[in-house]
C-alpha cells in the first residue's frame, strides 16, 4: 500500500466551485506540504503543516485553504476555483529524524473550467 | 531568496550515451540539496540528498555530485527506462541555524533516452 495517498486522482470542476483535495499518510510523518506543479514552473510550495496546530502559507497560498484534521490528514480547499488554478497538486510529509527528506503523494489533476 | 535553475530543459540520449544534468542553486545557507525523479503522472521520487561541497553519491546509473554553486547529475550509458523528469531542490538554513524542511525546486529536465 503507498505511504501517502490522495483523493481525487483527477477532478474535473468548474469555475466558482468549491473543492477539497485529501491527503492522507501512514508515513507517521509530523510535517505535511501541499505543492503544485504547472509546467515550466516546477513544484511550488502551497501551505505546510508541522503538526496538528501550526500551519504555516507557502509561497503561493492566495486562493487556497488546508485543514489537519490529525497527523495522518492534510486537506486543501479551494474556496472558488478559477481557471488558472488548473494545476498537478502534490502532497508531501517529512520528518526531520530522517533528513527532512520529502515523500510525495502520487498527485490529483485539477481542471477547473 | 532562494533560487534553483535547472539545465537543460530537454535533454534526448541514445541507449548508452552518457551525459550530465545541471542545477545551479544560490540560497543564504545549504542545509541540503536533493535530487528526484518523476515519471509522467507520478509524484515525484527521492534519489539523492548531498549535503556539503565535494560530496558524490551513487544509485545504479546515476551519480550526483555537489560544488558551492552548483550540481551535477551524472547519467552513466543510460536506459530507456531512466526516461523521466529529474528535479533538483535545496533547502537553506533559517537565521536560527535550523531547518524548516521547506524545498525551493528548479524546473527539472526532461531527459528522453532512445533505444
Known amino acids: 500500500d503507498a505511504d501517502v495517498t490522495q483523493t481525487p486522482r483527477n477532478r474535473i470542476t468548474k469555475t466558482g466551485k468549491r473543492i477539497m483535495l485529501e491527503c492522507s499518510q501512514t508515513k507517521g510523518h509530523d510535517r505535511m506540504y501541499w505543492y503544485r506543479q504547472d509546467p515550466g514552473l516546477g513544484l511550488r510550495l502551497i501551505y505546510y503543516?508541522?503538526?496538528?496546530?501550526?500551519?504555516n502559507k507557502g509561497e503561493i497560498s492566495d486562493g487556497y485553504s488546508v485543514s489537519r484534521q490529525a497527523q495522518a490528514k492534510f486537506s486543501l480547499s479551494l474556496e472558488s476555483a478559477i481557471p488558472n488554478q488548473t494545476a498537478l497538486y502534490f502532497c508531501?510529509?517529512?520528518?526531520?529524524?530522517?533528513?527532512?527528506?520529502?515523500?510525495f503523494g502520487p498527485g490529483t489533476r485539477l481542471t477547473v473550467l | 531568496e532562494d533560487q534553483v535553475t535547472q539545465s537543460p530543459e530537454a535533454l534526448r540520449l541514445q541507449e548508452g550515451e552518457s551525459s550530465s544534468l545541471n542545477c545551479s542553486y544560490t540560497?543564504?545557507?545549504?542545509?541540503?540539496l536533493f535530487w528526484y525523479r518523476q515519471d509522467p503522472g507520478k509524484g515525484p521520487e527521492f534519489l539523492f540528498t548531498?549535503?556539503?561541497a565535494g560530496e558524490e553519491k551513487e544509485k545504479e546509473r546515476l551519480k550526483a555530485t555537489l560544488t558551492k554553486k552548483e550540481s551535477f547529475l551524472h547519467i552513466t550509458a543510460p536506459k530507456p527506462e531512466d526516461s523521466a523528469t529529474y528535479l533538483c531542490?535545496?533547502?537553506?538554513?533559517?537565521?536560527?541555524?535550523?531547518?524548516?524542511?521547506?524545498?525551493?525546486f528548479g524546473q527539472g529536465t526532461i531527459l528522453t533516452v532512445h533505444p
Open positions: 531542490a535545496v533547502q537553506a538554513y533559517t537565521t536560527g541555524g535550523t531547518s524548516y524542511g521547506k524545498l525551493t
Open positions: 548531498l549535503y556539503s
Open positions: 503543516s508541522f503538526d496538528v496546530k501550526d500551519i
Open positions: 508531501a510529509t517529512s520528518d526531520p529524524r530522517l533528513a527532512h527528506t520529502q515523500y
Open positions: 540560497v543564504s545557507g545549504l542545509r541540503g
